[in-house]
Each structure stands twice: as structure tokens, then as C-alpha cells.
């Protein structure tokens, strides 16, 4: 039962590929390290990340980028599975952008051996590190998936009140 998975794979494709031509696009016009400011709270940057999200790992040896690549991987065998079942459309949206995002990074590892950030928030000194738009799809489907939940309890507690 493929059908009503094939527009959550679009879903899934077109962060991957957003994300992808981003990057692309940051390689190519800015150096390495370079950084242009955008707002005062937001600069552009070209920075290069081999680990997870926040740095996580960064500073290992190097065997994190297969760690990474395999669970990366692994995610989305799972994500791909789960979006073969029929979904509500908010718990399908989430896990498309999770999948996508994942797969996004995978690329960045495969291909560079490392991620590309650029997206920079910073406020009086202090930076968030930087990320770029696959860790966007990743928080906005996780955000998808914890309103799903929200609701799933919230119609379960309303149901308990009324039944007893």
C-alpha cells in the first residue's frame, strides 16, 4: 500500500532538496568562515559541523561521521515504514520533515564528510549554534509530532472526564 505514502516522500524530497540547493548556494558564495550579517540578531555563515546537532561529537577521532551516516540511515528505514500507513496528516507531516531533514544531513556526510550550517541567531554575545534547514524540517515535523500528541491526549482526558 504505496499510494498514500508518495505525497509524504514528496514532502520528504522537496526538504532534501531545499535543504541541499541552501547549502549549495552558501558554499558558493561565501568562503569558509565567512559571515555576513543580516540582522542584528542573525547572521549568515559558512560553517562546517562533524558532528551532530549542537556539535555533539565534533571533537572524535572521525568515526562518528559513519555513526551519524548509520543512524541517519536507520531513522529513515524506519520513517519510510511508517509512512506506508495511513496517517493523520499532522503525524504524517512531521515524520516527511524528520525524513527529510535526516536525509538531508546524510547527504552533507556522504558527500562533504561533514554537515554544512549557515543559519547563525545570536543576541547581546550569545550564538545558538549555527544549523541549517534540514534541522529546520527536523524540529518543524517534531513540533508536528508533539502536537499530534498533545491532541491524542488531550481527546483521551476528555473522554475520561465524561466517562467518569
Request: with cysteine.
Amino acid at each position: 500500500m504505496l499510494a498514500p505514502a508518495l505525497p509524504w516522500y514528496g514532502v520528504a524530497a522537496a526538504a532534501v532538496a531545499a535543504d541541499q540547493a541552501a547549502k549549495l548556494s552558501i558554499e558558493r558564495a561565501f568562503v569558509y568562515g565567512k559571515q555576513v550579517e543580516i540582522t542584528p540578531f542573525f547572521n549568515l555563515v559558512h560553517v562546517l559541523n562533524p558532528g551532530a546537532a549542537f556539535s555533539f561529537l565534533a571533537g572524535a577521532s572521525g568515526w562518528q561521521r559513519y555513526f551519524f551516516i548509520t543512524l541517519g540511515l536507520l531513522v529513515a528505514v524506519w520513517l519510510i515504514r511508517q509512512l506506508k500507513q495511513t496517517l493523520p496528516r499532522f503525524e504524517a507531516v512531521g515524520y516527511s520533515l524528520i525524513l527529510g531533514g535526516a536525509l538531508g544531513n546524510v547527504v552533507d556526510r556522504l558527500l562533504r564528510g561533514q554537515v554544512v550550517d549557515f543559519l547563525d541567531f545570536h543576541w547581546q554575545g550569545m550564538h545558538w549554534p549555527a544549523f541549517n534547514l534540514a534541522d529546520v524540517a527536523i524540529s518543524i515535523g517534531v513540533g508536528c509530532l508533539i502536537a499530534r500528541f498533545l491532541e491524542i491526549r488531550d481527546k483521551g482526558n476528555k473522554g475520561r472526564l465524561l466517562s467518569g
